[in-house]
């Protein structure tokens, strides 16, 4: 792949272990890829699969979910939905020609290792490997515009 791809990773962040972990790696200064764009979420269980969809729409190369760990959600089922949710999205992106390795859910545990960084240091690399999304068009333009609105 060219040396000077650059994933443009979207994390949807649970408002409770999700954020927190990304918040403490940047309190540990622990860094991760500048490419990962954070969405705070109140709970994974809310990330419905058309925000999902709608992020590899708009340019993302990758769309991962930080949710709670099991017993952990602040919502009981939350990650529970969620992780049901990440697997059906998983077989439809498989179906419209995207690697499913594209979308993954993690769980975090507040102190716990691996943290943020680590994970997403994790993901940027895979993603590396398997090149730009198919669906990318353009020179990024639309991403950054859709960033700033």
């Not at 994390?11 to 972990?21: L, V």
């Not at 990330?47 to 602040?74: K, S």
């Amino acid at each position: 792949m060219s040396g000077d791809f650059e994933p443009r990773i979207v994390c949807f962040a649970c408002r409770f272990c999700g954020w927190r972990s990304v918040d403490l790696a940047g309190e540990a200064g622990r860094e991760y890829p500048s490419g990962i764009h954070v969405i705070e979420v109140p709970c994974s269980g809310r990330v419905d699969w058309i925000y999902m969809l709608r992020a590899f729409e708009t340019g993302a190369d990758a769309v991962m979910l930080a949710a709670c760990i099991d017993g952990n959600c602040h919502f009981v089922t939350g990650n529970q939905k969620a992780a049901k949710r990440v697997d059906a999205v998983r077989v439809h992106l498989g179906e419209l020609g995207l690697n499913p390795d594209r979308l993954a859910m993690y769980r975090f545990c507040l102190g716990e290792e691996p943290g943020f960084a680590q994970v997403a240091a994790e993901v940027d690399a895979r993603i590396r490997e398997l090149g730009p999304t198919p669906l990318r068009t353009g020179s990024g333009a639309e991403w950054a515009s859709e960033e700033a609105a």
